[in-house]
């Protein structure tokens, strides 16, 4: 982390892990709520269940957009683009 060339790029290759991390755990929050099984969720998204499970419970999981997108709309959610707050005294 001394050179700020790697300590920038691995700030920002952290911020899209955890960032993809809390969109997979955000679908498997509402998942849960809509009492969905995993295999449930695999047959209304067309897949097979190990590809849900393996999704939801993998700790490097990395869904492409679409797949996002179709277990979203699954289970009955869309996603909406956000600015992201700014810190104060950012231009």
Known sequence: ???ATF???YTDARAVID???ALVRA???ARLLLG???AELARQFETRPE???R???????NPTLATVLKLAEALG???ELVPNRRAAGDS
């Open 1 to 3: 982390m001394k050179d």
């Open 7 to 9: 300590a920038s790029a």
């Open 19 to 21: 960032s993809t991390d």
């Open 27 to 29: 679908l498997d929050r």
């Open 36 to 38: 969905v099984s995993k």
């Open 51 to 53: 590809a849900v499970r």
């Open 55 to 61: 999704l939801f419970t993998a700790v490097d999981a």
């Open 77 to 79: 959610f869309h996603l």
